[in-house]
């Protein structure tokens, strides 16, 4: 089972009482986005105007998103996730659209504009 950490352990079978085995797992850490700690880095001055786990949240969202998306690729909680992505859409910095179950939220050419101007 891939998890985002850097490490990994083993766990192994136990029987209980009765006899029965129980298996555990193999926990590893995982490869390719999710090992990326914090995904895209905000730049410096966007981080200092609206905080660096919102601002990274914004820089993120280049592409469309579900909030599990972000929380795996940012290691935010779902709350703080929430949070961020409350505040932005309020800013009008982001907006949302449903695709099937999932709510998506992407930038918006305000939240475009604000991210390019930190790049020159």
């Known amino acids: 089972m891939p998890v985002t950490p850097r ?3 083993i766990s192994t079978d136990r ?10 797992a193999v926990v590893y850490p995982c490869s390719g986005t999710l090992a990326k700690p914090g995904g895209a880095v905000a730049p410096e001055g966007l981080a200092r105007l609206i905080g660096s786990g919102r601002a990274g949240v914004l820089v993120l969202l280049d592409s469309p998103m579900s909030t599990t ?11 703080s996730v ?39």
């Open 7 to 9: 490490k990994g352990w």
């Open 15 to 24: 029987p209980d009482s009765h006899g029965t085995v129980h298996r555990n």
């Open 69 to 79: 998306h972000l929380v795996a690729i940012t290691g935010q909680g779902l709350g």
């Open 82 to 120: 929430g949070r961020h992505l409350r505040v932005l859409l309020d800013a009008g910095l982001v907006g949302r659209r449903r695709a099937g179950r999932s709510v998506l939220y992407y930038r918006t050419a305000a939240g475009d504009m604000l991210v390019r101007a930190q790049n020159p």
